[in-house]
């Protein structure tokens, strides 16, 4: 398998990109029409805000999960025992961020929801009959105006050898929501699973976006989107010594949508997030 980066702007982008996440999982896409500088300055920006006392002013709130994980807290991975190694915050337009950083995250979040709109369309269009035969409502309608969608700036600290034995950036996982958006990061590390269980290097030149089918669209396309295992691996040589900032736009439907005849989105989540023990 190879991951082939689409050009977003081409004739047969939608199909292509729509065939290699039915195939793999993922899709990465090029000529998007995300602006890089606001990428640039989101990742200056918040290196500094992680690197600052400040962000403890912003512990998260238990119940409505916003604001700043300190590594203490951090997530450990579906069947592993070791937590990861990074810290993140977690915002929502309704929820808690710095002032001075809010703007720059809403145009971020609203330009990625845009987006993320039109390529659940592509995924809607290019679905076999039987397949979007299954979806309770169109792609798109699910994520409209949800409070759900969760932008997490994850900060991925230097690797000092002081970390637990085993423990690596983000162990082997796969994500809850529909889709997740993710803008190639200011460093590499990102791999998935293939199919015969070896990992693979995700292409991620600064410009491309990666995206990933999560664990809900999975259940409401009945499996024909394979929801991939894959996971950030710990840097080596001078790289470890840098920091990587990763910006994941994680699309969840409304509370009420219907996924399949088992779950809806709200049951889903709240399942899952038990099993990570953040809830």
Same mark, same amino acid.
């Given at each position: &398998? &190879?991951?082939?980066?689409?050009?977003?702007?081409?004739?047969? /982008?939608?199909?292509?990109?729509?065939?290699?996440?039915?195939?793999?999982?993922?899709?990465? @896409?090029?000529?998007?029409?995300?602006?890089?500088?606001?990428?640039?300055?989101?990742?200056?920006?918040?290196?500094?805000?992680?690197?600052?006392?400040?962000?403890?002013?912003?512990?998260?709130?238990?119940?409505?999960?916003?604001?700043?994980? *300190? =590594? =203490?807290?951090?997530?450990?991975?579906?069947?592993?025992?070791?937590?990861?190694?990074?810290?993140?915050?977690?915002?929502?337009?309704?929820?808690?961020? *710095?002032?001075?950083?809010? $703007? $720059?995250?809403?145009?971020?979040?609203? $330009?990625?929801?845009?987006?993320?709109?039109? +390529?659940?369309?592509?995924?809607?269009?290019?679905?076999?009959?039987?397949?979007?035969?299954?979806?309770?409502?169109?792609?798109?309608?699910? !994520?409209?105006?949800?409070?759900?969608?969760?932008?997490?700036?994850?900060?991925?600290?230097?690797?000092?050898?002081?970390?637990?034995?085993?423990?690596?950036?983000?162990?082997?996982?796969?994500?809850?929501?529909? @889709?997740?958006?993710?803008?190639?990061?200011?460093?590499?590390? +990102?791999?998935?699973?293939?199919?015969?269980?070896?990992?693979?290097?995700?292409?991620?030149?600064?410009?491309?976006? !990666?995206?990933?089918?999560?664990?809900?669209?999975?259940? /409401?396309?009945?499996?024909?989107?394979?929801?991939?295992?894959?996971?950030?691996?710990?840097?080596?040589? $001078?790289?470890?010594?840098?920091?990587?900032?990763?910006?994941? +736009?994680?699309?969840?439907?409304?509370?009420?949508?219907?996924?399949?005849?088992?779950?809806?989105?709200?049951?889903?989540?709240?399942?899952?997030?038990?099993?990570?023990?953040?809830?």
């Amino acid at each position: &398998m &190879m991951l082939s980066v689409v050009d977003y702007t081409a004739e047969n /982008a939608a199909l292509e990109f729509v065939t290699s996440l039915h195939e793999t999982g993922f899709g990465v @896409l090029k000529n998007h029409p995300i602006q890089k500088e606001l990428l640039e300055s989101i990742y200056k920006n918040w290196a500094g805000f992680f690197a600052s006392d400040e962000k403890f002013d912003y512990q998260f709130n238990v119940e409505t999960q916003d604001g700043f994980f *300190p =590594t =203490t807290v951090s997530e450990t991975a579906k069947g592993n025992s070791l937590k990861d190694i990074k810290e993140y915050f977690h915002y929502y337009p309704w929820g808690q961020v *710095p002032a001075e950083l809010k $703007q $720059q995250l809403a145009d971020y979040y609203q $330009q990625a929801n845009t987006l993320a709109a039109t +390529l659940l369309d592509w995924v809607e269009k290019y679905s076999p009959a039987d397949v979007s035969a299954k979806f309770s409502i169109a792609l798109s309608e699910m !994520i409209a105006e949800s409070e759900r969608t969760l932008l997490r700036i994850l900060h991925y600290p230097p690797i000092t050898g002081d970390e637990e034995l085993g423990a690596i950036r983000a162990a082997a996982h796969g994500d809850i929501n529909l @889709l997740t958006i993710l803008p190639a990061a200011n460093a590499s590390g +990102l791999q998935v699973q293939l199919k015969d269980g070896t990992w693979y290097d995700v292409p991620g030149d600064f410009g491309c976006l !990666i995206v990933n089918i999560g664990d809900m669209l999975q259940e /409401a396309s009945g499996g024909y989107y394979p929801s991939t295992i894959h996971r950030v691996i710990n840097p080596e040589g $001078q790289d470890k010594t840098k920091s990587r900032i990763s910006l994941p +736009l994680f699309l969840h439907p409304n509370a009420d949508v219907v996924l399949s005849e088992r779950y809806t989105a709200d049951e889903y989540l709240q399942e899952r997030l038990r099993e990570l023990g953040v809830k």
